[in-house]
């Protein structure tokens, strides 16, 4: 019988949600790393008894952890973060010219065909790899080198917070920036180019040509259509059918196109999900009704559930990492809050319950499905 | 034998109790308690100062003998009473965020 374990990031430890494929009754194993923010987890798809875990607090830095046994025991590795060459400045908030410093990893992406080789996103935006198991890191600077200088900070800091990498492809990588944009590589990061063009900002960015400088919040594929990605942008909800190269609106009918994270369900590439929140000034849902938005036409057309969750005085938020999906034969959907709730649906989004409501606000949620 | 009290976090890191024991050869700096320090705790290596540059990382604070040391040169020689291990140098993580 298969099984899922659900792995939850948050401000003050880590969580591992254990289940079987009925996804009723969980486990709850944690605090790990206890009093520490746990921007994210995730499990190599090689071996997913191999996870790396980004243990970060403002007094004592940035660890990595490892663990071999599928979080029941975890090892401090490497946590030498270090820009390649002189750092270089980039945009600041008063418009001038600030140096790059390194403050935390915000999410860990595991090579799809080796436990040991991990990319590693951080704060100021920047792409680390490992390929000895998170012992060492070095960066792959010449993402910095496209239009770096013209890259500044959101309201959470200038991070890079996806990666995607193509399973057909592994030279082909996605990452995205806020406030900087979607970048694309096709060489395993030896050179790269915004994939920015149709993402429109007129009051942030009143360039309507500007090849960086968009708050992306983050982007989903579906594996077996990699040239299809979908973004949720810091507003609007946007969709490309050509790798990045062009992008256009599928907003449609939500009640807000604002919000953080989006996926794509296992088995439907054409069905998606995004949480709308009310505006980038109220971080919580519309109306305080905590409604996940489902599209099954790649987008436009939207349908709110809400069965199981809460309909009224809701005010949290669903940060961009903080959601996912299994691969089970009915996609489960999973997703956490800053209220500490993790929510679930077993049945890809009809029907949802809490599987367990107390945590520490949410940062991240992962999921493994597992033989 | 050096005294160094260290903060809950590190000492889950470090597997160790709270206060550690370091031999640290004449002077006894700050520099060279927090040399020996993370050569016996290497997960240590950037928790407490950069590893590059060794400034103290902006939370971290070291008291020692009722003073603040933090903004002593990590050169100057620690008090007598820390050099001699009839007091620990404490690493406090800072007040802040509420």
Redesign the interface.
């Known amino acids: 019988m298969s099984s899922v374990r659900v792995l939850v990031g948050t401000r003050k430890g880590a969580f591992i949600l254990t289940s079987n494929e009925e996804r009723k009754q969980w486990e709850v194993s944690g605090p790990h790393f ?3 923010e746990i921007y994210h987890l995730k499990g190599s798809p090689a071996n997913p008894n191999r996870l790396y875990a980004a243990q970060s ?7 990595i952890q490892r663990s071999d046994d599928g979080g029941q025991t975890w090892e ?1 590795v490497g ?2 973060f ?1 820009y390649d060459g002189v750092p270089g400045t980039h945009q600041w908030y008063d418009g001038t010219q600030h140096p790059w410093e390194f403050k935390r990893v915000w999410l860990l992406e595991p090579a799809p065909d080796d436990p040991d080789t991990v990319y590693a996103g951080v704060e100021d935006a920047a792409l680390f790899r490992t390929n000895d198991g998170g012992k060492s890191w070095h960066e792959l600077p010449a993402l910095r080198a496209t239009k770096g200088e013209l890259w500044a900070p959101g309201a959470g800091g200038m991070c890079l917070h996806t990666i995607l990498i193509d399973p057909n492809d592994k030279e082909r990588i996605f990452v995205a920036i806020s406030a900087a944009g979607a970048f694309r590589t096709e060489d395993g990061g030896q050179t790269w180019r915004p994939a920015t063009n149709g993402l429109k900002a007129n009051w942030e960015l009143p360039d309507p040509d500007a090849e960086v400088g968009h708050c992306v919040h983050s982007i989903a594929m579906h594996p077996a259509r990699p040239n299809v990605l979908f973004m949720q942008k810091h507003w609007d909800v946007m969709r490309s059918d050509d790798a990045g190269d062009n992008w256009y609106e599928i907003s449609g009918n939500l009640p807000s196109d604002f919000g953080f994270p989006i996926v794509v369900h296992s088995h439907e590439p054409d069905t998606i999900y995004v949480v709308p929140i009310k505006s980038d000034s109220e971080h919580y849902p519309p109306d305080g009704k905590l409604r996940v938005y489902r599209s099954r036409s790649g987008g436009n057309e939207w349908e709110a559930l809400t069965e199981g969750l809460p309909q009224s005085d809701c005010y949290v938020n669903v940060l961009r990492s903080a959601m996912a999906v299994d691969t089970l034969d009915s996609c489960g959907v999973y997703f956490g809050t800053t209220g500490g709730q993790v929510y679930a649906s077993a049945d890809s989004g009809d029907t949802w319950a809490p599987i367990v409501r107390d945590l520490p606000a949410v940062l991240s949620v992962e999921v493994q499905t597992l033989p | 034998m050096i005294r160094v009290l260290i903060p809950h976090h590190l000492r889950t890191l470090a597997n160790s109790g709270k206060e550690v024991e370091l031999e640290v050869a004449v002077p006894v700096t700050q520099a060279a308690v927090l040399d020996a320090l993370e050569a016996k705790y290497p997960v240590l290596r950037g928790t407490i100062r950069d590893r590059t540059t060794h400034k103290r990382r902006a939370l971290i604070r070291f008291f020692a003998c009722g003073q603040d040391l933090s903004h002593e040169a990590p050169d100057a020689p620690l008090p007598a009473e820390v050099a001699t291990g009839k007091e620990p140098l404490m690493i406090v993580g800072a007040m802040a965020g509420g």
């Open positions: 206890a009093g520490w607090t403002g007094w004592f830095g940035q660890l401090p946590n030498e270090v």
